[in-house]
């Protein structure tokens, strides 16, 4: 999936997740941000990349709780 997407093809990815009332102008506005997503993740350098470079995503539980 390039940069070259269409319109149609955006209407379908969208179906396909259950978005089915968007606008034309809810669609175009997902076709520029898919866009933008796929240009700015062909640009990143992932040869060199590693499972240690993911982002970790840390939660605290907090047990305090006011009384």
């Known amino acids: 999936m390039g940069t070259d997407l269409t319109l149609e093809e955006v209407r379908r ?3 396909n997740a259950g978005l089915t009332r968007l606008t034309d102008q809810h669609l175009q506005q997902l076709l520029r941000a898919t866009q933008v997503a796929q240009m700015r993740r062909a640009a990143m350098p992932t040869a ?8 970790a995503h840390v939660f605290h539980l907090n047990r305090h709780h006011d009384r």
């Open 48 to 55: 060199d990349l590693t499972p240690a470079d993911e982002p």
């Open 13 to 15: 990815m969208a179906a």
